[in-house]
């Protein structure tokens, strides 16, 4: 069983609903990421928090709002998508995050299936 | 540049065949960390290994080794007496240390396929 939860595991959207993903690890680790992967292409990275405040946006559409209420918390909360935002959403921690911490191994989640009608 | 390129696309083998898959990197940086994750239709990333760019030890875990290759670029994944539940996307991984950030720049994946 994977240490970081992902919930739901599908949604199904239309272009005008708000909704959010969750994911939660209880490792300790401080860093936690959001990744975008469409099928078939490896993850891209799209936010990171460290000890709870955000360090990277990668360019990433308003769209999409991320929110890390506590350290074992993730939230991203959607609104407004368009159907190319259809995708697997991965959320992935490790113990800290960057070269301080020697690159420590992300560990990820089973991923929000998320589809915009 | 910072690469990873892993030029396999899709590999199909039969149960008990032993597969290597290949993954070739490019960076300037002198201290780098290299990673294999494995994805099985599931959808979560497995973390199978990490190496630093100091350490050119081959490593082995069960039927799992690495052969790292700092002359060639190469760090590549051997899966010996392969099983069906080895078929996954496997992605190789490159941070390199000048980022600062951590970041992980993959390769494209190779798709594994063992048939029984």
């Known amino acids: 069983d994977t240490e970081v939860t992902q919930t739901p595991k599908h949604l199904v959207m239309g272009m005008t609903n708000k909704k959010s993903l969750k994911c939660e690890q209880h490792m300790g680790h401080r860093a936690m990421y959001w990744y975008k992967q469409k099928a078939k292409k490896p993850p891209e990275l799209m936010f990171v928090y460290s000890y709870e405040k955000l360090s990277i946006n990668e360019s990433v559409p308003s769209r999409f709002s991320p929110e890390c209420p506590n350290s074992s918390l993730l939230n991203l909360h959607l609104h407004a998508l368009q159907p190319e935002d259809s995708a697997l959403y991965l959320c992935?921690?490790?113990?800290?995050?960057?070269?301080?911490?020697?690159?420590?191994?992300?560990?990820f989640g089973d991923g929000t299936r998320l589809s915009i009608l | 540049a910072q690469k990873v390129t892993q030029a396999q696309t899709e590999i199909s083998v039969v149960e008990k065949e032993d597969v290597t898959l290949d993954c070739v990197y490019e960076t300037r940086d002198t201290t780098y960390y290299l990673f294999w994750y494995k994805q099985p239709p599931s959808g979560e990333l497995v973390f199978l290994i990490r190496?630093?760019?100091?350490?050119?030890q081959n490593e082995i875990s069960g039927r799992y080794s690495w052969n790292f290759q700092k002359s060639t670029s190469s760090f590549n994944f051997t899966i010996t007496a392969s099983q069906v539940v080895d078929s996954a996307v496997y992605f190789c991984a490159l941070s390199p240390l000048s980022s600062n950030t951590g970041k992980l720049i993959f390769g494209q994946g190779t798709t594994l396929q063992v048939k029984p």
């Open positions: 190496r630093n760019s100091f350490d050119e």
């Open positions: 992935a921690s490790s113990q800290v995050y960057g070269t301080g911490g020697g690159n420590q191994p992300q560990h």
